[in-house]
């Protein structure tokens, strides 16, 4: 083996065994509490509609996994994820894109932006149970639009907050270096606000991918679709089928970890010079 190959060999299992090292123990702690679950639910004998246990919830997650992969069979559940999934996501474009142009718009001008966080964060601060009864009057309770509108409200006034902090907390060495060079208020924009709100930005995204989700869920709960899945949770619980319940609470945990690690990987890519991921390769 040539010199190269064996150092890009050996580079390679380190990187594997600090990244094993590192997530240890996560999955250690993940599957202690899923054992410890299990013991106390059999020890303790608690019934299924206060408590199911992982084994149950896990059997009917496979049930309709199978379900979803047979030719001839329709799972209900992984219908329900897609629909919501797809709310969601429309919800999360239309607010954070708003969120991010509005704060361009608004950065540039002092007063304004200054004047609008106190209504931003006014509005970031009602509960969603008050906006879902309001959409659905506007745009129909079985809309997927209600929903999406619900969640853009939600993910756009933690974007556009934070996108202002980004665009305006310049280092002023480097604002007055740009300024001697006698650049140009949209090369100002591009060549340094921007990159320098990108750690912002992500940060918002990150945190708005895991509230698009429970927004879109939270807002099923008053109404919408059969094939959703918050319109699902509350029939299965409501039918005493709390495994099929949990199931659906499993696969809302997947979705938004999955739509947490796409944002994690879209910024490790738009952003390998930032100082954390230098540091983490």
Known sequence: MAPT?????????????????YYLP??????????????IVVIFDIQQFLLPKPS?????????????????ERSILFESSGATFWEAFGGFIIGCGGGILVALITSRWTIVSEATMPFAIAANSVPIIAFAPIMNNWFGITNPA??????????????MINTV????LVDVEQLELMRSYAATPARIMFSLRIPNALPFIFSALRVASALSLIGAVVAEFFGGPRATL?????????AFDFAKAW??????????ISFYLVVLLAERRLMPWHVAFRQAG
């Open 165 to 168: 902090r980004g665009l305006t």
């Open 247 to 256: 199931t659906a609470i499993l696969m809302a945990s997947i979705i938004g």
């Open 5 to 21: 190959e064996l150092q890009r060999t050996t580079s390679l299992i380190a990187s594997i065994r600090r990244r094993l090292t």
């Open 146 to 159: 209600s929903k999406m509108a619900i969640v853009a409200v939600i993910v756009f006034f933690p974007t």
């Open 56 to 72: 149950a919830i896990f059997a009917e997650f496979m049930l309709q996994v199978d379900l979803w992969l047979a030719p001839d």
């Open 26 to 39: 996560t999955i250690a702690i993940a599957v202690g509490v899923i054992l410890l679950w299990e013991v």
């Open 230 to 238: 918050g319109v699902y949770i509350t029939q299965e619980a409501g």
